[in-house]
C-alpha cells in the first residue's frame, strides 16, 4: 500500500512535465478535464490530479456541498471544481451510469456473504503469490 502514493507523485509530476504518462499523453475532454486509460481506469478526472469527476458530482449531490466546500475538501481550486461540474453538466449521462454502476457493485460486496467474500479474496491473493 506504500507505493501507491509514490505512484501518484510520479505519475502528477510526469503529468505537469509533458503531459503524459508511460508514453501515453493525457486526453482533453474538457477545459480542466483529462482522462488517461492508466489512471482511474481511464475515467475524466480534474486535470493534473487522480480526483475523479464522479467524486466532485457525489460531493454535491449526496452530501449537498457547494463547490467552495468541495475546493475545500479535495483541496483544489474552485476553477477545477467549477470545470468538474461543468464537464457533469455537459455529460451526465455518462457520469451518472458511472456513479449508478459502482452503487451497484457497492451493493453486490455488501450483500455477499462475508465468508464467501473472504474465500475469494485469499484465492486472489494466493494466485498472486
Not at 94 to 113: G, K
Amino acid at each position: 500500500m506504500g507505493a501507491k502514493p509514490l505512484e501518484t507523485r510520479e505519475i502528477l509530476q510526469e503529468m505537469t512535465v509533458r503531459n503524459e504518462y508511460k508514453g501515453i499523453k493525457f486526453r482533453s475532454l474538457a477545459p480542466g478535464v483529462t482522462t488517461h486509460p492508466l489512471i482511474r481506469g481511464g475515467r475524466p478526472c480534474i486535470a493534473g490530479t487522480g480526483l475523479k469527476v464522479t467524486s466532485i458530482v457525489i460531493q454535491q449531490q449526496n452530501w449537498q456541498q457547494s463547490p467552495t466546500e468541495i475546493a475545500r475538501h479535495f483541496d483544489v481550486d474552485l476553477a477545477q471544481v467549477k470545470d468538474a461540474l461543468d464537464y457533469y453538466a455537459a455529460h451526465s449521462d455518462y457520469i451518472d451510469t458511472d456513479i449508478a454502476l459502482a452503487n451497484h457493485n457497492h451493493e453486490q460486496l455488501e450483500e455477499a456473504d462475508d465468508s464467501s467474500f473472504r474465500d475469494i479474496l485469499l484465492s486472489r491473493r494466493e494466485s498472486v503469490t
